[in-house]
């Protein structure tokens, strides 16, 4: 389809389709079965600079947009989501300081961010509070010029690998979801540690691990905004990333959609390509009409981030939900359509499919996605 994208947005796309099919697909089924992280593809996207792709000149960024981002999303998701969620949560982690830092702040993280030389993470979730993030427990409480951080954040992505974290804990446990506070973390910072790589279902290459804070001491100026603020970072910041994560549904159900097009090509039963049944034929461009759907929808909310649209957290909660929704069943039915074969390690789909689920959880899960769509209807109609 035209989009009609200008010169660098074609130049990005091609870029990004080019490491996937050079340096991400011939590693990922060894990335999946070691549960490796994939450091090789990660210096390689830093020396291309698209870990600065949205991220301002001024900064060290190539000072595109959201739009961009996600173009780069999702060519690489196309190869492996594993790979890709570990380049986007870098900008999960990131988000934060772009969109409330102070100018010490960006000055001094954001030129390492985009440049790639430190991965950074986000930590919100613990083992309590997932989709209700407000019942968090870590604490950040001010001594001196200081903050002194206790808890424990779980399944953050990047965990371990990232050098910069954007952490959230209560600095007021009596005002509840006003009472939180977003930080910057350092790894090396003591009192400071990892727990263990999660072993999981899909993206098993990515790290998803604990962040563990024991009496850790920061520097009061790596608050974010102001204290009491932390939900309203950690909110507006899913809005910019959640376009991001649709767009790893698109990409990936696109390149499961490749791989069941090339399949039903070459298979045959009762002496044809599966392909000329039209029982397959329907299943392939129902998938195709859902992808476009979705990539449509995806390619929307990333210019209403751009746009600085009011619309950003409806839309953006309605590209994540129904991108990945999409990923599922497509990923779903082209292992149906591989047959026994896609049910085997020696095809790309299992993969696919295994990975697809995880697109539904998190940034919040679809049924978190659609109370945020009927909140936004609610003041709609409230309004006019
Ligand atoms: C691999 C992985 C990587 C992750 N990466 C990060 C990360 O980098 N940073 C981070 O902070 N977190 C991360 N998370 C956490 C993730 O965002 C949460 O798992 C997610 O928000 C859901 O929270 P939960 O698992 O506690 O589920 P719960 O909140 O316990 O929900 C359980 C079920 O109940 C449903 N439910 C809950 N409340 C409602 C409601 N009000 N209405 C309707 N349904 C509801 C949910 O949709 C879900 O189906 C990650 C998780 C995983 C598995």
Request: net charge neutral.
């Amino acid at each position: 389809m035209d989009y009609g994208f200008t010169e660098d947005q074609k130049h990005i796309q091609e870029l990004a389709r080019k490491i996937g099919r050079e340096k991400i697909m011939p590693i990922r089924a060894q990335l999946d079965e070691a549960e490796e992280f994939p450091w090789a593809v990660v210096k390689t996207l830093a020396e291309v600079g698209l870990f600065g792709i949205y991220i301002p000149e001024e900064y060290g960024g190539l000072g595109f947009g959201n739009f961009e981002n996600c173009l780069a999303v999702e060519e690489l998701s196309r190869y492996c989501i594993g790979v890709s969620v570990s380049f986007a949560a870098s900008g999960l982690g990131c988000y934060p300081i772009l969109l409330y830092g102070s100018e010490e702040q960006k000055k001094k993280y954001l030129p390492q961010i985009a440049s790639g030389a430190k991965l950074a993470a986000f930590g919100i979730t613990e083992s309590s509070a997932g989709s209700d993030a407000s019942a968090i427990r870590a604490t950040a409480v001010r001594d001196g010029n200081s903050y002194v951080l206790n808890g424990i954040k779980q399944w953050i992505t990047n965990g371990g690998e990232a050098e910069i974290y954007s952490v959230i804990a209560k600095t007021d446990k009596t005002k509840g979801p006003r009472g939180a506070s977003a930080f910057i973390v350092e790894k090396g910072t003591p009192g400071f540690t990892f727990g263990k790589k999660e072993k999981k279902l899909g993206i098993r290459s990515s790290a998803t691990r604990e962040l563990v804070f024991e009496d850790c001491r920061i520097p009061a100026e790596n608050l974010i905004a102001k204290e009491g603020m932390g939900f309203i970072v950690a909110m507006k910041t899913f809005d910019q990333t959640r376009p991001g994560i649709a767009a790893q549904g698109v990409g990936l159900a696109q390149g499961a959609l490749d791989a069941a097009i090339e399949y039903a090509r070459e298979r045959e039963t009762f002496g044809k390509p599966i392909i000329a049944h039209q029982a397959v034929q329907h299943m392939l461009a129902d998938m195709a009409t859902q992808i476009e759907a979705a990539r449509a929808l995806t390619y929307l909310s990333a210019k209403t981030a751009d746009l600085r649209s009011k619309d950003l957290p409806k839309v953006s909660a309605m590209s994540k939900l129904f991108a990945t929704d999409v990923a599922m069943k497509v990923t779903t039915d082209v292992v149906q359509i591989f047959g026994g074969y896609g049910y085997m390690r020696d095809y790309p789909v299992e993969k696919m499919m295994r990975d697809a689920k995880i697109l539904q959880i998190y940034e919040g899960t679809n049924q978190i996605q659609r109370n945020v769509i009927g909140q936004y209807l609610i003041k709609e109609s409230a309004r006019s």
